[in-house]
């Protein structure tokens, strides 16, 4: 399943080659997999490369989305070219309940392009993932760059607005079926059962 990040993230053409993004299904996961273009702006985050790294957005990132859309559960991954890494599990929008879970995450990187692969095990999903985004952040201050695999419809930006990742009404759909079968489901996430125990007491 491959995805191209070909627009900022309320509508207009990217001015590079676009950001590639690849999902690969397997027995025990997914493979996400990231081929971009390297800035190197914003230098490296201040922290230890294959560690998790708090507040990731802030630097250069790609990022991944995957929403339940009818209990607005979703899970966050977050890839940087110099071997950062942010996973969020949220439940409602915005409202993270579990950050820094371990990754395995592996970065190459050229001067002027870096690949990525992470393996997501089915246990970070949350039940029954029907929708995607995928993002794209790079540049300082003003250079600041915001892209977005589905943006912001150009008919439907506000005056004033500014980028939100979490616009989760404009994701789309996303099925493992089509790679894994009609009659294959997704297994079931002790960590998101553990989630759907709490929220409920």
Known sequence: MDF??????????????????????????????????????PPA??????????????????????????????LEVELCPHGQHLVLLLSGRRNVWKQELALSFRVSRAQTRWEGKAYLPWNY???????????AIHGSKEKRSYEALYPVPQHEL??????????????????FNTV?????????SDIWLMENVISKE
């Open 4 to 41: 191209k990040i070909e627009h900022t993230w309320d509508g207009l053409p990217v001015k590079h080659e676009p950001v590639l993004v690849r999902l690969t299904p397997d027995g025990g996961g997914v493979m996400l997999e990231v081929s971009a273009p390297f800035f190197n702006d």
């Open 158 to 175: 506000q005056e004033g607005q500014k980028p939100d990742f979490h616009r989760l009404e404009y994701f789309k759909p996303l099925t």
């Open 125 to 135: 999903f949350p039940p029954n993932v029907t929708k995607f985004n995928s993002y």
């Open 180 to 188: 894994l079968g009609e009659e294959w489901k997704q297994p079931a």
């Open 45 to 74: 985050p201040p922290g230890e490369p294959g560690k998790p790294f708090n507040e990731l957005w802030d630097y250069e990132v790609v990022e991944a989305f995957f929403l339940n859309d009818a209990s607005e559960q979703y």
